[in-house]
């Protein structure tokens, strides 16, 4: 007879080489460099480019203040609206906003996550930019003064945006003879946009898109402020606007527009106060103390048109001053602070294409106007900000 204490050996073994196996195979494969399955980045269709009929529209949302989805919820809401409500509602306006305005592009101004109620930085990234990755658009972002409050610093955040599908945003300049300066901040880039397909316009970019970072917080003579673009940053950018133009600088030259985006306004906007505005002037500007110059950059450059930025979620105005115009995207995110009954909102930009009767002549007309999350999603002020033909 077989000894019963072999066959007891014989079963435990087997037992063990079983769990052992599954272990391995459910578990530590996952955990092998090479074992697991690698995600490659998918890359919109580039370069970005004018539809075929001339326009080019851009969909800019400001401060999601994003954190950690469902179990974010929502400030400065009426209290029938309070109920259920959490980021998943502003989740549900962008994808709104991306379906009703079928946008060739999406621009994040900053304040994309809201750190001190972020768990997990990249979780919240993720969730918040998952309407733009869902529409598979190309889209990019700049950093606000929240974002990097939680479990990623400025630059790790960059990078990580960077990386994720569809997206063309960059950390800095890396492939521009420019970029040797040391550019101060995480998200200092340029986007040129090619003219429509088969016009003589098809391989050059007609309208330059221009991404700063505006720095979160800082002490100036032991006050606390808000952050400024720095002068490395405008050496770069007038460095880089004159090499686009060929080496001209006049004024006049406006054959290649330009668009700015950062978060943070500047000081000179508090000015619009006793100005003519479109939109709703409803808090201070919350700016830095510091006047780095940003605006007689814009001005000696020649090709900035208009400039959008967010931070200050209850102005949605656009004014001018100087000749360029400034705009607030308005306040998109519910986790973020608003006003009740003044229900969120979004921007879009368009920039049409002049026609001659033989080709395109170039960028002829910049538009814009806002649309609410409300039932019929309505469009408000509808404005031109340029007109080649004008002086304005």
Same mark, same amino acid.
């Not at 203040?65 to 502003?90: I, P, Q, W």
């Not at 004024?251 to 000081?267: C, G």
């Not at 001659?356 to 469009?379: A, F, N, P, Q, Y």
């Given at each position: 007879? +077989? ?15 079983? %769990? =052992?196996?599954? %272990? ?13 399955? =690698? ?6 269709? =580039? ?102 409050? #939680? ?15 569809? #997206? ?31 016009? /003589? ?17 800082? %002490?100036? $003579? ?48 508090? $000015? ?5 505005? %479109?939109?709703?002037? $409803? ?12 605006? /007689? +950059? ?15 979620? +209850? ?72 007109? #080649?033909?004008?002086?304005?």
């Amino acid at each position: 007879m +077989t000894d019963p204490k072999w066959k007891q050996s014989i079963l435990y073994l087997a037992s063990i080489y079983a %769990v =052992l196996y599954l %272990v391995q195979s459910s578990i530590l494969h996952k955990l092998l460099l090479g074992h697991e399955k =690698l995600h490659i980045k998918r890359n919109p269709v =580039l370069p970005l480019r004018f539809r075929s009929d001339g326009t080019f529209k851009i969909l800019q949302v400001a401060d999601m203040h994003y954190a950690n989805g469902v179990m974010s919820r929502c400030r400065d809401v009426l209290a029938s609206e309070f109920k259920g409500c959490s980021d998943l509602n502003t989740t549900r306006f962008v994808k709104r906003m991306i379906e009703s305005e079928k946008p060739d592009f999406i621009a994040f101004t900053g304040d994309n996550i809201f750190g001190p109620s972020t768990s997990d930085a990249a979780e919240s990234l993720f969730g918040a930019f998952v309407p733009a990755v869902e529409s598979k658009l190309p889209w990019a972002a700049v950093l606000g003064n929240h974002d990097q409050e #939680s479990t990623m610093d400025r630059e790790e955040l960059m990078s990580f945006i960077s990386l994720m599908d569809y #997206s063309v945003s960059q950390i800095n300049p890396s492939h521009d003879d420019l970029a040797t300066l040391d550019i101060d901040g995480y998200g200092n880039y340029h986007l040129g946009v090619h003219g429509p397909p088969g016009s /003589k316009w098809a391989n050059s970019s007609i309208l330059n898109l221009f991404f700063l970072d505006s720095g979160d917080r800082a %002490v100036v $003579q032991g006050r606390r402020t808000y952050g400024w673009i720095k002068e490395s940053q405008l050496q770069w950018l007038a460095g880089l606007s004159k090499k686009l133009r060929g080496g001209r600088l006049e004024e006049t030259d406006a054959s290649s527009p330009a668009l700015a985006f950062f978060h943070i306004p500047i000081l000179e906007v508090r $000015q619009l106060y006793y100005q003519k505005i %479109v939109g709703q002037f $409803q808090e201070a500007v919350a700016c830095s103390s510091i006047n780095s110059g940003v605006l /007689k +950059t814009f001005l000696s450059m020649g090709d900035v048109k208009a400039f959008f930025v967010g931070h200050d979620h +209850t102005n949605d105005f656009c004014g001018n001053i100087d000749g360029i115009w400034v705009c607030y995207g308005g306040g998109c995110g519910y986790h973020g602070y608003g006003k009740a009954g003044w229900p969120r909102r979004a921007r879009v930009i368009t920039v049409e294409l002049g026609k001659s009767h033989r080709d395109w002549t170039g960028v002829e007309r910049i538009s814009t106007w806002k649309r609410l999350d409300d039932e019929e999603l309505s469009m408000i002020d509808k404005q031109v900000l340029w007109d #080649s033909g004008s002086t304005s």
